[in-house]
């Protein structure tokens, strides 16, 4: 999952902003391998697994899977690390022993460019608030970066100002940045969307969050403004995750893509500040948070400037470096050029030994150890693993699929979906002839369920397909218990869904077969608030994994229905990605 919060991904406004994106990558041609700025560091070999591996899709496959890649040997599987070159050769290993084809021309490696960017974290943000010096420290009052590869950026006695929710959006007839100019600035916003705090149905999607109030989408609408700086209060309800997960999610080294390879505006300096932080900065210059947060929920609210200048002197180390999908491909009997595509991040948050530790390991760690490593067991090993069992599936499925199969696991998913967008924007299928792509990421391990959850339910007619299949292992679909925590733009299919291509992000839901939806809630808290991006988010061979098999056997149902029919699935009427799926499609004359 994202480097923001917790996991299952959410729906979508019908905005115009994202109809069009990412369209014109429709037919690229899969690029020659990209020159390696820096050659990944070195690894020794992953031992070899007596483990039998068996045709169908199991448990005892699945855990294995999961054991190894979430072990401590891979040491959190960080970009760029000893850990990435341990997973991607162990999952070029599984996918040679299936027996499948490279799947970027004569190689199972697709090279993806990155800026590695290290903030020094004793910097701090100081403030003039009326005449009066202020300072905001790393980490417990705010976190900042930068995404302009530069190893220094100043900015000096920017004017800050409030801009409600950072949000410019034509169709909601809303601009929070109308009537003020913010060029040079330091703009401050709330995160998620105005009907959101405002409990107003009529705003936005009322509970359910847009692309509007994602961080990301903030930050980059703040440096089409031309925004010095930029920062988001944050809120535990508004964000769906604590501080805990934007600190550490800020921390260490961030990746970025090239500026050539992602040539949006960005901005020097953009970040967070804690609510605490928040609320007694705009006491000392005479504005109440709370008072603020109603403003802002309602139409027509006009930009604040606030009396206080914000200085910064961040200093980052830099280095270019890169990472690697790994791409394997099986390809279709009759209808070869036609393929549905698996896709999961191998990607986490790696070894922060450097950053002094965390809890220990397990309930019998002693209260002296420390754990430093971010070994993302459920986020998402699981992802990968699922992806590995489904393959083998379909390497041993009789008759073979009538069209190709391709694996894709992705990288830089927790910098920001980098490694998707990056194969988006250079497939090695052609856009138009992937018919749909279906992602695994964060599976749950908490037994079977009653009904299955589809993030983002509602969105396209590979819906029809799963319902089929689930209704036939007894189970119903439903939306995302929290469509507030705007989980669909968190994950990997975002990308694919921006360019036009049916995406289907689904997974177990809450209603369990022991316990009912009670349990199922349970478990899904004691997930985020325990594990999610912690070191405590480990392998446990007490999961109970039959659930997950069922998961990964109906998703496996969905691309075998798709891999045998002549079938083009399309977003639904009216959502926000047909128009892109549509002029996606013109040129193959379907």
Not at 448 to 457: E, Q, S
Not at 493 to 515: E, S, T
Not at 556 to 566: D, F
């Amino acid at each position: 999952m994202s480097r923001t919060p917790f996991h299952p991904t959410h729906w979508l406004s019908a905005t115009s902003v994202l109809a069009a994106a990412l369209a014109a990558t429709a037919c690229s041609k899969p690029p020659a391998e990209a020159p390696t700025a820096a050659a990944p560091q070195a690894a020794a070999p992953v031992a070899a697994s007596d483990h039998a591996f068996d045709a169908a899709i199991n448990a005892a496959d699945f855990a294995e899977h999961v054991k190894t890649l979430a072990s401590d040997e891979f040491g959190g599987r960080a970009p760029g690390s000893a850990g990435e070159e341990k997973t991607v050769q162990y999952l070029e290993a599984q996918f040679k022993r299936l027996g499948l084809k490279p799947g970027n021309g004569d190689s199972y490696f697709q090279t993806v460019p990155m800026v590695q960017t290290t903030a020094d974290e004793s910097t701090s943000l100081k403030l003039d608030v009326k005449g009066q010096a202020r300072e905001l420290k790393f980490g417990s009052d705010m976190v900042v970066g930068t995404r302009t590869g530069q190893s220094e950026v100043k900015v000096d006695a920017s004017d800050l100002v409030f801009v409600g929710y950072g949000v410019n959006a034509p169709e909601q007839n809303w601009n929070d940045y109308a009537g003020v100019d913010v060029k040079g600035k330091t703009v401050v916003m709330f995160v998620n969307d105005p009907g959101f705090h405002a409990q107003d149905a009529k705003l936005f999607e009322g509970k359910r969050m847009t692309y509007y109030g994602r961080w990301t989408y903030k930050f980059e609408e703040a440096a089409r403004q031309g925004a010095a700086a930029a920062l988001i209060i944050h809120d535990s309800e508004g964000a769906s995750y604590g501080w805990d997960v934007v600190k550490n999610s800020w921390s260490g080294a961030q990746f970025d893509l090239p500026a050539k390879d992602d040539p949006e505006p960005r901005l020097p300096v953009q970040g967070w500040i804690t609510g605490d932080a928040a609320r007694k900065l705009l006491a000392d210059l005479g504005q109440d948070l709370d008072a603020l947060y109603k403003a802002a929920g309602k139409p027509g609210f006009k930009a604040i400037p606030l009396q206080a200048k914000a200085s910064i002197d961040l200093k980052s180390q830099i280095s270019e470096k890169s990472s690697r999908n790994v791409i394997a491909r099986l390809d279709g009997a009759k209808r070869p050029d036609e393929a549905i595509v698996y896709m999961a991040h191998w990607d986490h948050l790696g070894d922060h030994a450097d950053k002094g530790g965390h809890e220990g390991h397990g309930a019998d760690a002693s209260a002296a150890a420390v754990d430093t490593i971010y070994n993302g067991a459920i986020d998402n090993a699981t992802g990968v693993a699922g992806i590995l069992e489904i393959a083998e599936a379909f390497t041993k499925q009789t008759p073979p699929p009538d069209r190709s199969l391709l694996f894709v696991a992705v990288t830089l998913e927790e910098s920001g979906l980098l490694g998707s967008k990056y194969y988006v924007a250079h497939p090695t299928v052609p856009l138009n002839k992937t018919v749909a792509v279906i992602n695994l990421d964060a599976m749950p391990v908490i037994g079977k369920a009653r009904d299955m959850t589809v993030i983002g339910y509602g969105s396209s007619e590979l819906e029809d397909i799963l319902k089929t299949v689930a209704g036939a292992q007894g189970r119903t679909l439903h939306a995302e218990a929290t469509p507030e925590d705007g989980f669909y733009f968190r994950s990997d299919h975002f990308n694919f869904a921006k360019a036009g291509v049916p995406a289907l992000y689904a997974k177990g839901g809450d209603d369990l077969i022991d316990g009912g939806t009670a349990a199922g809630q349970k478990a899904n808290t004691d997930y985020r608030d325990q594990r999610y991006h912690k070191p405590a988010d480990q392998f446990d061979p007490g999961w109970k994994m039959d659930g997950v098999v069922q998961d990964l056997d109906a998703l496996y149902a969905v691309g075998k229905t798709l891999a045998g029919n002549e079938q083009w699935p399309n977003w639904y009427e009216g959502n926000a990605f047909r128009a892109a799926h549509d002029k996606l499609m013109k040129p193959a004359a379907k």
